[in-house]
């Protein structure tokens, strides 16, 4: 053709080149599928992928050497062989003929990405059912095709569960692909069993309990002559296991009932009188839980309240801690009273230093002890914790020498504050 190509590279124009020197340049590789190229100067660029199948359509290259012209005898070519489908029905080793793969799956997996869509958009018609033997059926297990096998076959691999009800299967080699579970009679249907509660099993009504005691003479045994020793069954005892288990949990010490011990003999039962000392002895024993349910109940919230009682008390009582803010009130006066002292003598800066390093030591168990449970519900406690560890020693070092100064005026005001509260 004669027209020249462009190609455009990172951004950057190249050419005029001839068509076949693009298609060179797109099959080793040094042009994208997502460069541009295109045809003339005034030509529309086009990704290099399109370019066989828009602007060439129509458009055979142009051959100026012969040489370049490959001749095939079309008769020397092979004809494809048939594919063969056999029916099932048809021969005994028609499983072998069609796949290569091996038609026993050992586990089931899922399917093949090209048969995991949505039966809605791949089988709109029903699914075959399991009993048309008129084809093989094939199903897809371990990304592998298997089959053609007879439905006996297919519906045995089912119950061995080898093919589970997600995978699929089909009927005929151009059959369409559905789920196992959807074919009918394929999967085997599993009946629920009804469940039933450890307690309704082991521990049955109680009335029924003793019209099967006195029904069933066959569970009681004699031990010796006179009927001295009784065995009940193996299931009386595992309901008098139950209840003793039952009461050892609500905290009850066990105590014997006519209920647990061996039914007696049938000519020892005497009407319906055993009956209803069984029935007495069962209406005290649960009496019994009950009051102590009940007691245990009670012990529970008077603990509780007490509890919060305390709290209450410890918490808004006057006076009911440990009096340590009325100590500590007296601490800080003899302390602010022995500095005054100092200072009305005139002392030493060496006995200044030594008391202020005495008294730096005496009030840090002090200040730790106020700021527990110093704030606005406890104001004597925070006006002393104000005084002891904001002002005190600045009153110390300042007011040597210089009386009446800011700290010791607000020192003075929280100590007093302090005082008044807790002489109301």
Not at 301 to 309: F, N, P, Q, T
Request: aromatic share 6%; glycine share 8%.
């Amino acid at each position: 053709m004669a027209e020249q190509w462009f190609y455009r590279l990172f951004g950057e124009e190249f050419g005029p080149v001839p068509v076949s020197s693009v298609r060179e340049m797109i099959a080793d590789g040094t042009i994208a599928a997502d460069d541009e190229v295109r045809a003339g100067v005034d030509g529309s660029w086009i990704r290099a992928n399109q370019l066989a199948e828009s602007t060439l359509a129509g458009h055979p290259q142009e051959i100026t050497d012969l040489s370049e012209l490959t001749l095939v005898d079309e008769r020397s070519i092979p004809a494809p062989e048939p594919v063969r489908s056999e029916s099932p029905s048809s021969s005994g080793d028609a499983a072998a003929s069609v796949p290569a793969q091996s038609c026993s799956p050992e586990q089931p997996v899922a399917p093949p990405p090209a048969a995991s869509r949505p039966l809605e958009s791949v089988a709109p018609s029903a699914p075959p059912s399991a009993s048309q033997q008129d084809h093989g059926w094939f199903c897809q297990i371990d990304d592998q095709e298997f089959g053609p096998v007879d439905i006996e076959t297919l519906v045995q691999w089912a119950a061995d569960n080898r093919i589970s009800p997600e995978h699929y299967v089909k009927m005929g080699q151009a059959g369409e692909w559905f789920q196992a579970g959807v074919v009918p009679g394929l999967i085997p249907e599993v009946e629920e069993q009804p469940t039933v509660s450890r307690f309704e099993t082991a521990a049955p009504n109680a009335e029924q309990e003793d019209d099967a005691r006195g029904a069933d003479p066959k569970t009681i045994g004699s031990a010796g002559a006179g009927g001295a020793g009784t065995s009940t069954s193996a299931a009386e005892l595992l309901q008098g296991i139950e209840r003793r288990t039952m009461r050892a949990a609500a905290g009850l010490t066990e105590e014997p009932t006519e209920a647990e011990s061996p039914p007696p003999s049938g000519s020892a039962r005497g009407g319906g009188s055993s009956h209803s000392a069984k029935r007495s002895v069962r209406k005290r024993s649960a009496n019994t839980i009950a009051g102590a349910e009940s007691l245990q109940g009670k012990k529970v919230a008077i603990g509780i309240l007490a509890v919060g009682l305390l709290a209450l008390l410890f918490m808004y009582g006057p006076g009911f801690g440990s009096g340590s803010e009325k100590a500590h009130c007296d601490e800080l006066t003899e302390i602010y009273t022995e500095f005054k002292g100092l200072r009305d003598a005139q002392a030493s800066d060496g006995e200044f230093d030594a008391f202020a390093a005495r008294v730096q030591q005496q009030i840090k168990p002090m200040i730790a002890d106020l700021a527990k449970t110093a704030g606005a519900r406890e104001p004597a406690k925070q006006a002393l914790l104000y005084a002891a560890r904001d002002y005190l020693m600045d009153v110390i070092q300042e007011g040597r020498t210089d009386r009446n100064t800011e700290d010791e005026k607000t020192f003075s005001q929280h100590l007093g504050r302090a005082r008044r509260l807790i002489n109301e």
